[in-house]
Antibody, heavy 116, light 110 residues
Framework: QLYLQESGPGLVKPSQTLSLTCTVS??????????WGWVRQPPGRGLDWIGT???????YYNPSLQSRVTISADTSKNQFSLKLTSVTAADTAVYYC????????WGQGTPVIVSS | QSVLTQPPSASGTPGQRVAISCSGS????????VNWYQQFPGTAPKVLMY???QRPSGVPDRFSGSKSGTSASLAISGLQSEDEAHYYC???????????FGGGTKVTVL
């Protein structure tokens, strides 16, 4: 059983960078069989895939966000992170980290508001 | 506009059978497996079905999944009040090179 926990600022100013971290317990980030990713959900709307990190090195990003997003891993801390640059109000959402080729284990989610 | 298409809503009375469809294409459902998720307000999604029709431990057997061609379906038999939630389908999309989600279906128990 994997446990994932998101952390990071709940308020980000427009044009700044949103940075979130996901801490993993119950499993290792370095396992060859694990995919790690981020999904977001704007208020009152559905799920939106942001990107996936495979085997700590290969990344897949939503084409609509590709120019602004980076997902990376810190294996020493068993964490992976999300950075989204040049945020606008449209990036306001609950952000979830998850594991799996298709998300299987999910974190509880962390709300992020983009506002000045 | 979601890559996978779900009806926005479905409903039934307690004990009835409700089915939710998820329509895709050859680049997603047609060539990859489907997961289904259940989400209650204010909580994270929970995987209800994986690899089209496999239930994780703890998911009641009144939930079942199937896939045919470029469509998938989630059925709830013996609908209960606690099944009132949003349900989402997901599949890897080879054209997107990423995860495609359906727009979600809100199930209401009348």
């Amino acid at each position: 059983q994997l446990y994932l926990q998101e952390s990071g600022p709940g308020l980000v100013k427009p044009s700044q960078t949103l940075s979130l971290t996901c801490t993993v317990s119950g499993g290792s980030l370095t396992s060859n069989s694990y995919y790690w990713g981020w999904v977001r959900q704007p208020p009152g709307r559905g799920l939106d895939w942001i990107g996936t990190l495979y085997s700590g090195a290969t990344t897949y990003y939503n084409p609509s966000l590709q120019s602004r997003v980076t997902i990376s891993a810190d294996t020493s801390k068993n964490q992976f992170s999300l950075k989204l640059t040049s945020v606008t109000a449209a990036d306001t959402a609950v952000y979830y980290c998850a594991s799996g080729f298709l998300p299987f284990f999910w974190g509880q989610g962390t709300p992020v508001i983009v506002s000045s | 506009q979601s890559v996978l298409t779900q009806p926005p809503s479905a409903s039934g009375t307690p004990g009835q059978r409700v089915a939710i469809s998820c329509s895709g294409s050859s680049s997603n459902i047609g060539s990859n497996t489907v997961n289904w998720y259940q989400q209650f307000p204010g909580t994270a999604p929970k995987v209800l079905m994986y690899s089209n029709s496999q239930r994780p431990s703890g998911v009641p057997d009144r939930f079942s999944g199937s896939k045919s061609g470029t469509s998938a379906s989630l059925a709830i038999s013996g609908l209960q009040s606690e099944d009132e939630a949003h349900y989402y389908c997901a599949a890897w999309d080879d054209s997107l090179n990423g995860v495609a989600f359906g727009g979600g279906t809100k199930v209401t128990v009348l």
